[in-house]
């Protein structure tokens, strides 16, 4: 079994000095980037041109998180560009398969998130055609909110499914997620964990990444430490 990701969101890092912040998580599995329009969300962070500047300054696959409207318009350019995996909300899309095989298509792995009320049953049968489920575990739109243990019930649904081979994705989440809060989430049965302040508020946000690491993968009982 593989250990548990660590994505550090740049949401947190300092934006005048995107490249040195993401050279200061050089250890970190995926740099995640959150997108975000003033439309879906309450907040417009960065878009695609700063997205096309990081991958030129680091080898570290990018995961962009767009919670943004009309995806299948703005998440295949992401894709295109060179991102690894490019994840959009099931609430902003009319068909979240076509999407998904539209990002596929443009050569990146295709990611589902759903915010912390959505319920995750509607989406079961869907989830096939995608390589992520991001669960949100703070409302999308700001960094530095509370986690929401409750959305782990979600995560434990699909995580029987992946065990009993009925579903091959990986389960990410995203919010609030700090020493405090991912060994929860690895019990339950996160693969991933999105980390921002916990990872960039500290001295070295390197050796926080590698912390959150070992402290998921001890307290997973799927991912080794490997």
Not at 71 to 94: L, M, S
Request: proline letters at 7%; hydrophobic letters at 50%.
């Amino acid at each position: 079994m593989a250990g548990p990701l660590i994505a550090p969101s740049i949401l947190a890092a300092d934006f005048a000095r995107l490249a040195d912040e993401t050279a200061a998580v050089a250890g970190a599995d995926w740099l995640h980037v959150d997108v975000m329009d003033n439309h879906f969300v309450p907040n417009l962070t960065l878009g695609l041109p700063v997205v096309e500047s990081l991958l030129k300054v680091t080898d570290i696959p990018m995961d962009c998180h767009l919670m943004i409207d009309d995806p299948a318009r703005w998440a295949p350019p992401y894709a295109e560009a060179g991102a690894y995996n490019v994840t959009f909300h099931a609430e902003a899309a009319d068909d979240p398969v076509a999407v998904a095989r539209d990002i596929r298509a443009a050569g990146a792995k295709a990611g589902l998130s759903v915010k912390p009320g959505t319920p995750i049953d509607p989406y079961l049968e869907i989830l096939r055609e995608f390589d992520t489920l991001l669960v949100m575990s703070v409302e999308p739109g700001f960094g530095g909110q509370k986690f929401i243990p409750e959305v782990l019930a979600k995560v434990g649904i699909v995580r029987r499914l992946v065990d009993a081979g009925e579903l091959t994705i990986l389960v990410e989440i995203d919010g609030g997620i700090n020493d405090d809060t991912i060994e929860a989430a690895a019990e339950a049965g996160v693969d991933c964990f999105v980390a921002g302040s916990a990872v960039y508020s500290a001295a070295d946000p390197a050796a926080a990444v590698e912390a959150l690491r070992r402290k998921a993968a001890a307290a997973s009982p799927h991912l080794t430490a490997g």
